[in-house]
């Protein structure tokens, strides 16, 4: 990642990548009167598509209408030039999924901490009109002790035609509604449901439809009821009821804060503390607000009428959080996706060690491979081209000593390096074997036939 436009871009300096995803990258930058921002700029190879720009200009027509302190507020944008951007609020945090991998679930004061904001951050989204569709324990940065709602980017108003494929769907398998998973519509009820989830996994440490394959965790949601085996007894029936199969049966966002005031924590859990937020340095400066309770909108018309352009399913940026940047998908693995009934998705994240291992595989088999190649290919010329032969052998031979050498000095692999001495005096005692069994004639056709095969694979790939 680095800096478009000469560090800067529009009126924001940038200073550091903050993270990366499909379809942008965020920054962390420096607006012109030095308050620290998050800008996320569009991919260069994105900015000729037309589907990519409609869908920062839904995401900016989205932050816009919201406004609310458990949201990232938005400060600016621009889609015209060639790195169209979008700027935000920095929000000095931890997404809540590294929030419970590194210290355990949510629990007493901070567990109805967590439920009131995130309950006013959705009610203020749907009373702007907004759905948005990708609400996740990595979308919800913990700063200080309160919540605050991040990523907008495959969010939809209620009042216009979404832009998403038919039969596709966007977002994280657990958290999105069964209505979603089974090609319905994507109403302000599938928001509740993945709040309901949220809450649950912060509340347990576990995902409520727990893991493995996208098909199979979608198939739970639909045919089985979550896991809230350790969620408080005071929040439980609300979550159960949040998560319930049939969109009519949960409750409209804007009951949801009075929903929470109104539960009793509880000997255990303590009751919630209902001070103020402490007063933070903001770029805007607002009180807190109460969701006034709204009449619940109608759902948007069925996906199958909509006329849209395609939406490229790729996955999202989380929040600029403190320290080391987060990848996309999080610690739990929980980026945004195209998901398909019956298809299953590679996480595109992996440890260090499993791509040591793979390069380790590949380059075992490049080695072995070029060997009996080069070595057939000498065999083959060392009747009437005998110095072909001996440039083939010497060739490769050198090679191996290279990497054998860099590999045991420089990287201290030994392993690797008796590999590339074994195939390099391999290649010739194979040349010579082959030489003295086959005629020129039989190794030429065998020669032919590998190289055919080898350029037919490169072309079907």
Known sequence: MGAPDGEHCGPYRLLSPLGAGGFGEVHLALDPEGRTVAVKV????LTADG???TRLAREVEAMRRVRSPYVAEFLGASLDGGRPYVATRYVQGRPLNTVVAADGPVTGDDLGRLARGLAEALAAIHAA???HRDLKPANVIIEGNEPVVIDFGIACMVDSAAVTVSGAVLGTPGYLAPEILEGGVTGPEADVFSFAATLAYAAT????YGTGPASAVGYRVVHHDPDLDD???WLEPLLRECLARDPAARPPAALLPLRIDALDTGPAAGPVDSAPRPAEPR???EARPRAEPAPRRAPPPARAAETGAPETAVSEIAAPPQGPPVPAAGLQGLDTREWR???RIRSAVFPPEARERRRAVLHRRWVVGTGLLVALAAATARSPLPEVALLLLTAYGVAMLVDGGVALFARRNRARAVLDLGCAAGAVGLCALLGALFSPLTLALALGTVVLVLVVIVLSS
Request: hydrophobic share 25%; aromatic share 0%; proline share 26%.
């Open 341 to 343: 009934p019956g298809r």
């Open 231 to 233: 969620v408080p007894p």
């Open 205 to 208: 440490g576990r995902h409520p």
């Open 283 to 285: 770029s805007r400066p």
């Open 129 to 131: 009109g907004v759905v």
């Open 51 to 53: 589907t990519a720009l």
């Open 42 to 45: 569009l991919h260069p190879h």
